[in-house]
T-cell receptor
Framework: GAVVSQHPSRVICKSGTSVKIECRSLDFQATTMFWYRQFPKQSLMLMATSNEGSKATYEQGVEKDKFLINHASLTLSTLTVTSAHPEDSSFYIC?????????????FGPGTRLTVT | AQSVTQPDIHITVSEGASLELRCNYSYGATPYLFWYVQSPGQGLQLLLKYFSGDTLVQGIKGFEAEFKRSQSSFNLRKPSVHWSDAAEYFCAVGARNNDMRFGAGTRLTVKP
């Protein structure tokens, strides 16, 4: 099956700094990618939809100036957490839809654990 | 928009016992249904999916799920649970536009 990678898998940063998380589709192209956030012992919440060649679409309540998304190519989307604070500490997961015209399915990355100190 | 309810936050079963995890969905069109498993600190692993056809779906690790349109349910089952099945289980419903929504999750504990 298709593979989605994320880098880094874990990152620790100081409060006030910015951190970038990469999401790559390794063997297929993705014009759309999705970014989710998961707090401990909670479910995945969709943050935004990353669109290649256009602006990302953010879910209600997600600050677009804080969570910058750039879909740089057909295989790469990045999420930058700007001016990070401890409350931004979370598990961030990206996904990409399966290619082709079949039923919708997403392939998930392994996730990135962000800890803001 | 679609939504998913997993009524059980936490379930404990003995090793070797049968398991059923409940999932109810709400969606106006044909649902695309998924079950994922997540071990602590790990990403999601797809157990099985339902798009159309046979309503009883077989997945990996001995899991199966049955789609019941009349009950808007997609419950996950396993006849005999192994200690390694202890994890968090998420039911999800997808739409044609790739919008996917997850349930709150059910944490499974397996007693020796």
């Amino acid at each position: 099956g298709a593979v989605v990678s994320q880098h880094p898998s874990r990152v620790i940063c100081k409060s006030g700094t910015s951190v970038k998380i990469e999401c790559r589709s390794l063997d297929f192209q993705a014009t759309t990618m999705f970014w989710y956030r998961q707090f401990p012992k909670q479910s995945l919440m969709l943050m935004a939809t990353s669109n290649e060649g256009s602006k990302a679409t953010y879910e209600q309540g997600v600050e677009k100036d804080k969570f910058l998304i750039n879909h740089a190519s057909l295989t790469l989307s990045t999420l930058t957490v700007t001016s990070a604070h401890p409350e931004d500490s979370s598990f961030y997961i990206c996904s990409a839809p399966s290619p082709g015209q079949g039923a919708p399915e997403q392939y998930f990355g392994p996730g990135t654990r962000l800890t803001v100190t | 928009a679609q939504s998913v309810t997993q009524p059980d936050i936490h379930i404990t079963v003995s090793e070797g016992a049968s398991l059923e995890l409940r999932c109810n969905y709400s969606y106006g069109a044909t649902p695309y249904l998924f079950w994922y498993v997540q071990s602590p600190g790990q990403g999601l692993q797809l157990l099985l999916k339902y798009f159309s056809g046979d309503t009883l779906v077989q997945g990996i690790k001995g899991f199966e799920a049955e789609f019941k349109r009349s009950q808007s349910s997609f419950n996950l089952r396993k006849p005999s649970v192994h200690w390694s099945d202890a994890a968090e289980y998420f039911c999800a419903v997808g739409a044609r536009n790739n919008d996917m929504r997850f349930g709150a999750g059910t944490r499974l504990t397996v007693k020796p």
